[in-house]
């Protein structure tokens, strides 16, 4: 139900947006090259306890979290990364690793990097690894009304 539910959310608020296919990648950067699209605009989704409660990180294909400086950008005690057994009940239709940047339709808080904000268009996992949904970044940010912080 996760992409269906993403879907079905953009589809009633007039979202345009495109599904691409691509031969079957598992990285990050591996997806933004199969699919033609710049690491720095192919929008990864990375899991993170932050004193004890879920959120979703996305940021570039390009980067990678800095978990002390993302601590301290959100005023937390400790950040860190959490395995995916861990949170793959809340993307029960994707395929590990493989969740999309929309973690306000699943009830997590969304942290973006600055990085990936200044992209016109994103890239992101359309729930499997071998297809990836583009929108416009400002349509993403004014739907899922991420907290821009360093990372």
């Known amino acids: 139900m996760s992409m269906e539910r993403v879907k079905r959310f953009l589809d009633e608020n007039g979202v345009k947006y495109v599904i691409q296919q691509h031969s079957p990648a598992y990285t990050a950067q591996e997806i933004a090259e199969a699919a033609h699209v710049p690491g720095r605009h192919f929008a990864k989704s990375v899991m993170v306890d932050i004193d004890g409660r879920l959120a979703l990180v996305v940021l570039p294909a390009t980067d990678r979290v800095d978990l002390p400086r993302l601590a ?50 994103i890239a992101f996992n359309a729930g499997n690894h071998h297809e990836v949904m583009q929108l416009a970044y400002g349509v993403f940010a004014r739907l899922v009304e991420p907290a821009e912080v360093a990372m």
């Open 72 to 121: 301290q950008s959100v005023g937390a005690g400790a950040v860190d990364l959490v395995p995916e057994d861990d949170f793959s009940r809340r993307f029960p239709d994707c395929e590990p690793g493989a969740m999309p940047p929309f973690g306000n339709l699943f009830e997590l808080e969304v942290f973006v990097s600055p990085h990936l904000a200044e992209a016109d268009m």
